[in-house]
C-alpha cells in the first residue's frame, strides 16, 4: 500500500513540471532533467527493488547509498548548470549597462 503513495507523488511531480512548463513559467529545455528525474521516480515507485539490483551491477553494498549517490550527482550537474547560466546572464547585464550608459552619455552630449 505504502508503494502507492510513492507512485502519486512521481506522477504529481511529473503533471506539476509540465504544467508549470505549459504557464511558460519554465523552459522546456530546462525541463528536460527535471522530466527524466520524475519518470526515474516512477520506476523506482513501480519497481523498488530495481535499486538493489543496480547497486549489485555497481558492487555497493547498500542499495539506497546508491541512490543517495544518484541523487547528488544529479543535484550537482544541475547547479552547475543553472551556475554557468548565471555566469553568462552576469556578463549580458554588464554589458547592456555598459550600452545603456554610453546611449545616456550619448544623449547629454546632444542636448
Partial sequence: MKKIYFIIIAIFVFFYIITEVRKRKFSVKESFWWVMASIVMLL???FPYSIDKLAGFFNVDYGPSLLFVFCIVFLT???????????EQQEKIIEL???????????NEKK
Avoid: V
Fill in 97 to 107: 549597462a555598459q550600452n545603456i550608459a554610453i546611449i545616456k552619455e550619448q544623449q
Fill in 77 to 87: 550537474f544541475i547547479n552547475f548548470k543553472n551556475s554557468k547560466k548565471i555566469a
Fill in 44 to 46: 523506482l515507485a513501480i
